[in-house]
C-alpha cells in the first residue's frame, strides 16, 4: 500500500469513528449513510461528474439524490419523530401557559399588596398631617387669646 493510499486510509477510519460517535448520540444520523458521507469528505472531489467506487456510469446527480434524504429518519420513523416533536411542543406549550397563569396571578397578588400598603402609608401620612395641623391650629388660638389679653391690658 503507497503512503498516499494508507494516509486516506488512516483518514478514513479517523472520520468513521467520529461519525460513528454522532450517530450513537443523534438519532438522525444513521449508520448506513456514514460510509457515503465519509468517502465523499475525504476523497477529492470527483472530476468529469463521476462518482468514485461506484462505477464510469454513475454521475454525481444520480448518486446523491438517491441519498438526499441521509439524516432524515427513515420512512416509518419520520411520522413517529414528527408526533414526538409535536407532543413535546405541546408540552411545553402548556408548561407555558400554565406559567403565565401563575405569573399573572402572582402579580396581581402583589399589586393588590402594594395598593393596600399605598393606601395604609398615605392613611398613616394624613392622620400625622392631621396631628400637627391640630397642633398649630391651637397654637395659633392661644396666641391669639395672648394678644386679646395684651390689648385690653389697661395702659
Do not use: C, W
Amino acid at each position: 500500500m503507497t503512503s498516499e493510499a494508507a494516509e486516506i486510509m488512516e483518514k478514513l477510519k479517523d472520520k468513521k469513528a467520529k461519525y460513528e460517535a454522532i450517530a450513537s448520540s443523534d438519532s438522525f444520523v444513521h449508520l448506513d449513510d456514514i460510509n457515503n458521507r465519509i468517502i465523499t469528505e475525504v476523497l477529492d472531489p470527483e472530476r468529469y461528474g463521476r462518482v468514485r467506487f461506484q462505477g464510469s456510469f454513475v454521475n454525481q446527480t444520480q448518486y446523491f439524490e438517491s441519498n438526499s434524504q441521509q439524516y432524515m429518519p427513515s420512512g416509518s420513523q419520520a411520522p413517529a419523530e414528527v408526533q414526538r416533536l409535536r407532543d413535546q411542543m405541546a408540552q411545553m406549550q402548556a408548561g407555558t401557559d400554565e406559567r403565565i397563569v401563575l405569573l399573572k396571578a402572582e402579580a396581581e397578588r402583589k399589586y393588590e399588596e402594594l395598593q393596600v400598603q399605598l393606601k395604609a402609608e398615605a392613611a398613616a401620612r394624613e392622620a400625622e398631617q392631621n396631628k400637627k395641623y391640630d397642633a398649630l391650629q391651637l397654637q395659633l388660638q392661644n396666641m391669639m387669646k395672648m394678644f386679646q389679653q395684651s390689648q385690653n391690658l389697661p395702659s
